[in-house]
């Protein structure tokens, strides 16, 4: 199955030029409302099926996946997968509490016009859906990598497909159904895509507690890995630096699809960076620039990490008690264990007091704000610094959450439907 697409096909490049629309779209109508019949199905030409496929939208093929198992086993095989995510539009991806009916949604956000798509239901149409839709449950989204998030209410963490709507529930780790480990408790969790091995791994960070219930000094933590494609989590002994995690800033860890990134605290560095390489399962440690770790000194600083673009991004937010402001200084980082290679980009602010977070960025340096609107209620606006522009995204709701999403049509469980011819 590994090589049945054509080779022309094989390159994004020329797609558009083989049909006209209006082609396609006749075929489609026929193929989506399923009025082909399986003899008529054969007698169509694998590329033309091929190429009205590849533009589908994603729910359009998740139908189509039900119609037979020759479009199954197109749409479900790695090499389609692999064109379709290269031909695909990237999207912002927003995860909030809907303010009307209390559920937990996401919507997408076109990332050529920040126009949203289409919102929907957290894991909707998935027999999982009620378990993270009550109103007392807190979801949150732990990271959002290569078409797959990761969701975790409480001790329960979930990877979802939004595009295929297809679901997993992760196993317990070693530490927690582990009677011998007992005294580790969860500290930090991050995930992230591996490239090398084409695997989607969640990384879990334990920290030792004593009787007292307070963390043993000094601090001792070990770390354990899930793996999507062996389905079970392994120990990496010995591997993470000693350092406390700054959890008050870094709450899932900054997820970067390769690497994933805390704010930490030690003796030698002070507050710096702490990467996990998901591919190589090492991790990397990275110091601030001095000019950061001096002016945080003083109680009027505080630091939280995102990403900017696909680089490593440090938001060093400075209060100004005097005049009531509060301003954010925007630094990339250039190269993962080099402090050199910093760069302080850009100033957003500055803005009264208790007022707008940074939630990401878009087209280079337009910055995406989190605005209170008025009670509970916060608002999604994109803010131009070099022109004082303000748009208005039409998300409202609570607990918000930005992440950068490339669709893709993975499948987290590969079981096709019983009911194919």
């Known amino acids: 199955m590994d090589n049945y697409l054509p080779t022309k096909w094989q390159s994004v490049s020329g797609f558009e030029e083989i049909f006209v629309f209006k082609e396609i779209e006749k075929l489609v109508q026929e193929l989506v409302m399923m009025s082909i019949s399986k003899c008529k199905m054969e007698d169509l030409p694998k590329e033309l099926v091929i190429s009205i496929l590849l533009r589908l939208p994603a729910e359009d093929l998740r139908r189509c996946k039900g119609v037979c198992k020759s479009l199954y086993s197109i749409i479900t095989s790695r090499p389609f997968i692999e064109v379709r995510r290269k031909i695909r539009n990237s999207y912002i991806l927003v995860k909030y ?17 920040l126009e949203v798509v289409y919102t929907q239901t957290i894991l909707s149409d998935t027999p999982l859906m009620d378990s993270m839709s009550s109103k007392d449950r807190v979801v949150k989204v732990v990271g959002c990598c290569n078409g797959v998030v990761c969701l975790r209410r409480i001790d329960m963490y979930v990877l979802w497909n939004p595009a295929t709507r297809d679901a997993k529930i992760i196993p317990d780790g070693l530490y927690k159904s582990n009677p011998d480990k007992k005294m580790f408790q969860h500290r930090e969790m991050g995930f992230g895509f591996d490239p090398k091995n084409n695997d989607y791994k969640l990384v879990s960070i334990q920290r030792l507690f004593g009787d007292n219930r307070r963390p043993v000094r000094p601090c001792q933590q070990e770390v354990e890995v899930y793996s999507l494609k062996a389905g079970c989590w392994k120990l990496l002994p010995g591997i993470i630096p000693t350092c406390d995690i700054m959890s008050a800033y870094s709450v899932e860890g900054c997820n970067g699809g390769e690497m994933i990134s805390w704010l930490v605290w030690n003796e030698e560095y002070g507050e710096h960076v702490m990467s996990f390489d998901i591919s190589n399962e090492v991790f990397i440690t990275t110091p601030l620039p001095p000019f950061i770790i001096e002016s945080s000194s003083d109680g009027n600083c505080r630091n939280s990490l995102m990403f900017h673009n696909a680089s490593l991004a440090l938001d060093h937010y400075v209060k100004d008690r005097k005049n009531q402001t509060e301003t954010h200084n925007i630094w990339v980082l250039g190269e993962y264990g080099v402090k050199e290679s910093w760069t302080n980009l850009f100033i957003v602010g500055p803005f009264k007091l208790l007022g707008p977070s940074i939630s990401g960025f878009w087209n280079n340096n337009k910055v995406l704000l989190e605005v209170h609107g008025g009670g509970c209620r916060h608002d999604l606006i994109l803010v131009d610094p070099s022109i004082r522009k303000i748009k208005d995204l039409d998300i409202h709701g609570t ?5 950068n999403y490339q669709e893709n049509l993975v499948q987290i469980n590969a079981t096709p439907p019983i009911n194919l011819f």
């Open 97 to 113: 509490e809907d303010l009307i009916s209390s559920k937990h949604v996401i919507s997408l956000l076109c990332d050529e016009t």
């Open 399 to 403: 607990s918000l959450q930005v992440f």
